[in-house]
Nanobody
Framework: QVQLVESGGGLVQPGGSLRLSCAASGRAFGSYAMGWFRQAPGKERDFVAAINWNGGVTHYADSVRGRFTISRDNAKNTIYLQMNSLKPEDTAVYYC???????????????WGQGTQVTVSS
């Protein structure tokens, strides 16, 4: 079992930056692949980024590639999502998730946090 808690969301102007964190507790965090997803009002939860157990492999959605960076610190049981050049369409609740292998598919992740709101607006 893994418990996940996101933080770092907030209101930012277009073109600005935010860094999200996801702190994990529970067993064997370092063995899990991790992912970030987001859900805007009235829309499905969409894949944003994922990272394998040791940080050596990453995947990104086309919409964020080149602007967002996922990373992890297994010593701190934490993953991060650095978000730069933010756009209004990035507005959503952002969730972190843990699963047995790196994937872009929502249903393949077993554990989820409660989410943190990111709002990009002037």
């Amino acid at each position: 079992q893994v418990q996940l808690v996101e933080s770092g969301g907030g209101l930012v102007q277009p073109g600005g930056s935010l860094r999200l964190s996801c702190a994990a507790s529970g067993r064997a965090f370092g063995s899990y692949a991790m992912g970030w997803f987001r859900q805007a009002p009235g829309k499905e939860r969409d894949f944003v980024a994922a990272i394998n157990w040791n940080g050596g492999v990453t995947h990104y959605a086309d919409s964020v590639r080149g602007r967002f960076t996922i990373s992890r610190d297994n010593a701190k049981n934490t993953i991060y999502l650095q978000m730069n050049s933010l756009k209004p369409e990035d507005t959503a609740v952002y969730y972190c998730a843990a699963g047995p292998f790196i994937t872009t598919i929502t249903s393949h992740f077993d554990f989820w946090g409660q989410g943190t709101q990111v709002t990009v607006s002037s």
